[in-house]
């Protein structure tokens, strides 16, 4: 079976454009989750959905950050007027249900690189 | 808030060596633990986990054991091989709380 996708797996944008993320999740999956992974860092949560509710988006870094997930199935990050320091690879992982005995399964990322 | 401090690397290891990575962490209530491991060019995968106190952890030859009096959960394997050449995660999900929070990674090598 098909894991979770996501699109474009590279990203290349000038310094105050805006860019898309999109991330497929495993069919049926009910969580999905965005991290954001620095260089050399590890990964650090973004947002989290329960099928189309958005019910944490503490680690949403600015206003220029915004996550949606309109009929519960795939997502998409948006990041607005991109600045240099959102340079990181995006990864979205999705799992069957929320909690710690559910195990979240990830997306190769997608890498952006903001000049 | 809660955290994972975990050793630094990078670590360099001759095949059939013994491992261990050092993983500690700081949260409230009682939380699940997590090792992630990143092959070179491939997604995140989940190795190993443990939901309560005193708990192992195993898959692939790698154990891990919670243990709340240190509040650590070491990765150890009793002899690596170069496939195990990757990076590892040390990760917790807070009692209550859906989302992981991650260990910075340890870049672990294997030479023949």
């Known amino acids: 079976g098909a894991g979770v996708s996501q699109s474009p797996r590279y990203k290349v944008a000038k310094r105050g454009q805006d860019v898309a993320l999109r991330c497929d999740p495993i069919s049926g999956h009910v969580s999905l989750f965005w991290y954001q992974q620095a260089l050399g860092q590890g990964p650090e949560f973004l947002t989290y959905f329960q099928n189309e509710a958005q019910l944490d988006k503490s680690g949403l870094p600015s206003d220029r950050f915004f996550a949606e997930r309109p009929e519960g199935s795939v997502s998409t990050l948006k990041i607005q007027r991109t600045q240099q320091e959102d340079s990181a690879v995006y990864l979205c992982a999705s799992s069957l249900y929320s909690g710690p005995y559910n195990e979240q399964f990830f997306g190769p990322g997608t890498r952006l690189t903001v000049l | ?112």
């Open chain 2, 1 to 112: 808030g809660d955290s994972v401090t975990q050793m630094e690397g990078p670590v360099t290891l001759s095949e059939e060596a013994f491992l261990t990575i050092n993983c500690t962490y700081t949260a409230t209530g009682y939380p699940s633990l997590f090792w992630y491991v990143q092959y070179p060019g491939e997604g995140l995968q989940l190795l190993l986990k443990a939901t309560k106190a005193d708990d192992k952890g195993s898959n692939k030859g790698f154990e891990a054991t919670y243990r709340k009096e240190t509040t650590s959960f070491h990765l150890e394997k009793g002899s690596v091989q170069v496939s195990d050449s990757a990076v590892y995660f040390c990760a917790l999900i807070g009692g209550g709380a859906q989302k992981l929070v991650f260990g910075q990674g340890t870049r672990l090598t294997i030479n023949p």
